[in-house]
């Protein structure tokens, strides 16, 4: 689609992998020569932008990169996948986003197998800590958690170090299961919009805890990103310009796939 000649619509070319319902954006990239794959939420997806840092890092360093970036995803949305988990298990190169730890299930609720930002359900365990909340209001993970902590900081502060705990091991279990190199991005926005900097609740001293079973760590701060966004260079239809702001900009999806191939042309590297 065009607006008065601009082009306001991308062609994410969807493709699946296997018999896995998650749809990715593509093309599909042939799994039978060596390749490189990348896995993380919205930021990996790279919406409304033409060459994310998967297509830009495929440039960089000469392999096929596979973009396994789901909107809002968090690390259940592959774990559970054992499509997928086939996808990563195969790779030369696994590049392992550091998501958000709200959107994940833990001993306090439950989210949707893939569409991580949907709260199901909560535990019995919930429901003592947050006796006299009607949670049949909430769908969205998000929602929940704002109103928890607004509610209790004392209390959330247990949720908090839950969703760290599970974090830790959810994601310690994941890197395990891959045998190929691994490297750690994690794409930082100290700007609190609520629930704290992103990637929410993770902390630098969590992503030391696992530095001994990685090959790599790219801390990548787009906090500048967000403040001076220019939309210029984004595809995206005139009324979802607000929804395109939120976006990670096509600036930062260059600094970051620049910081990811300097750490893989290295045997072991740290990119900050």
């Not at 009607?134 to 929602?143: A, I, L, N, P, Q």
Request: charged share 30%; glycine share 6%; aromatic share 8%.
């Amino acid at each position: 689609m065009t607006y008065e000649g601009r082009v306001t619509e991308l062609d994410y070319h969807p493709c699946r992998y296997g018999s896995s319902r998650t749809i990715f954006r593509g093309p599909a990239v042939r799994l039978d020569t060596p390749y490189t794959v990348v896995v993380g939420s919205s930021e990996i997806y790279g919406r409304y932008v033409a060459d994310p840092l998967t297509d830009r890092l495929a440039e960089r360093t000469g392999r096929q990169v596979v973009n396994l970036g789901v909107q809002n995803a968090g690390i259940d949305a592959f774990y559970q996948d054992d499509d997928i988990m086939q996808v990563i298990e195969g790779a030369e190169t696994v590049v392992l986003q550091a998501m958000g730890a709200a959107n994940m299930s833990n001993r306090f609720y439950t989210v949707h197998r893939r569409r991580n930002d949907r709260f199901l359900k909560r535990s019995v365990a919930m429901d003592n800590l947050y006796p006299d909340v009607d949670f049949s209001e909430f769908s969205f993970t998000r929602h929940m958690l704002l109103r928890l902590r607004e509610l209790s900081a004392e209390k959330f502060e247990v949720v908090r170090q839950e969703l760290a705990t599970a974090w830790i091991a959810r994601m310690r279990s994941l890197i395990e299961r891959v045998p190929g190199r691994r490297i750690l991005l994690s794409i930082e926005d100290r700007r609190d919009q609520g629930l704290g900097v992103e990637p929410h609740f993770v902390t630098p001293d969590m992503l030391h805890t696992l530095s001994e079973t990685l090959d790599g760590i790219v801390r990548c701060d787009v906090t500048q990103d967000f403040l001076e966004i220019d939309t210029t260079e984004m595809v995206y239809p005139e009324l979802e310009e607000d929804v395109a702001r939120q976006c990670l900009p096509p600036a930062a999806h260059a600094r970051i796939a620049e910081a990811v191939a300097e750490v893989m042309r290295n045997p072991r590297g740290l990119a900050l």
